[in-house]
């Protein structure tokens, strides 16, 4: 079974800093594409990032550009979403989401870490 | 961006109803369309994948139609498992972009 347990959220001032985790299992992790998407409190979904399967080729959305970066250990099964310069909009549950072989196709999502920004 | 705009925003509906979701693309995705269910406090559940096609262990009462620009998700007997939030999800072009969700509700 396909299992996706993101961690690291939390309360952070604006301009802080957070790393977020996702622990991967039930499947060969170094195979698949991953994403973070977040979910702003009672709003929709925004796609956040996408890593390729080995790390090399990341893409972002434009609020997160230049911000957020994404990585991977493929070694430890393990996502990893930084965030820099945090701001009160990027308040949101964060889940971390597995590519089909489509990159932006979601097959299997975490169940989401909230990170709260604010003074 | 492809802006994917979902109608309705929020319906209400009785267990046994016939429920039907729209999703239209500003511009042509072919078939590269998924649904999604989201209860509340949950992670979004894919129900349907490449517009039409069923995802393991789904329900059939759920099914998906369409390709181009416009795409219906139905529910052909409501059952009370089913109120939650669904949600499209084109993946077509960079970047991927959800409808704004639709809220099915008890009546």
């Known amino acids: 079974e396909v299992q996706l347990v993101e961690s690291g959220g939390g309360l952070v001032q604006p301009g802080g800093s957070l790393r977020l985790s996702c622990a991967a299992s039930?499947?060969?992790?170094?195979?698949?594409?991953m994403n973070w998407v977040r979910q702003a409190p009672g709003k929709g979904l925004e796609w956040v990032s996408a890593?390729?399967?080995?790390?090399?080729?990341?893409l972002f959305a434009d609020s997160a550009k230049g911000r957020f970066t994404i990585s991977r250990d493929n070694s430890k099964n393990t996502l990893y979403l930084q965030m820099y310069s945090l701001r009160a909009d990027d308040t949101a549950l964060y889940y971390c989401?597995?590519?089909?072989?489509?990159?932006?196709?979601?097959?299997?999502w975490g169940q989401g870490t909230l990170v709260t920004v604010s003074s | 961006d492809i802006q994917m705009t979902q109608s309705p925003s929020s319906l209400s509906a009785s267990v046994g109803d016939r429920v039907t979701i729209t999703c239209r693309a500003s511009?042509?995705?072919?078939?590269?369309l998924g649904w999604y269910q989201q209860k509340p406090g949950k992670a979004p559940k894919r129900l349907i994948y490449?517009?039409?096609s069923l995802q393991s262990g789904v329900p059939s009462r759920f099914s998906g139609s369409g390709s181009g620009t416009e795409f219906t998700l139905t529910i052909s007997s409501l059952q009370p498992e089913d109120f939650a939030t669904y949600y499209c999800?084109?993946?077509?072009?960079?970047?991927?972009?959800f409808g704004q969700g639709t809220k099915v509700e008890i009546k």
């Open positions: 989401a597995r590519s089909t072989s489509d990159w932006y196709d979601f097959d299997n």
């Open positions: 039930g499947f060969t992790f170094s195979g698949y594409a």
């Open positions: 890593i390729s399967s080995n790390g090399y080729s990341t």
């Open positions: 511009q042509g995705i072919t078939n590269d």
């Open positions: 490449a517009a039409s």
């Open positions: 999800l084109q993946h077509n072009s960079f970047p991927p972009t």
